[in-house]
């Protein structure tokens, strides 16, 4: 599969994140409609977004320059192929 480079599909698959995300969140706050829930969620969603942009740009920028993000998947492989 070659790699997507057309910027409407690129912008569509953003977006479509976007609301898959905001669709899991509010079906799982409809589920258990509290305070609790909701901070949770929102805590939940702020940690996976801070460590998306620490696999992504912190070990790129700061821990090791000669890495190239590509997804998630590389940056386990990465972590397990480098020495700690």
């Not at 829930?37 to 460590?51: D, E, Q």
């Amino acid at each position: 599969m070659k790699d997507l480079a057309n910027p409407m599909w690129i912008k569509l698959k953003g977006l479509l994140f976007l609301l898959i995300g905001i669709t899991a969140a509010v079906l799982i706050f409809l589920d258990e409609p509290d305070l609790k829930t909701a901070a949770l969620l929102a805590l939940a969603i702020w940690s996976f977004c801070r460590c998306y942009y620490f696999a992504f740009y912190v070990i790129e920028k700061y821990v090791d320059p000669g890495y190239k993000f590509s997804g998630l998947i590389s940056f386990v492989k990465y972590l397990f192929s480098r020495r700690a």
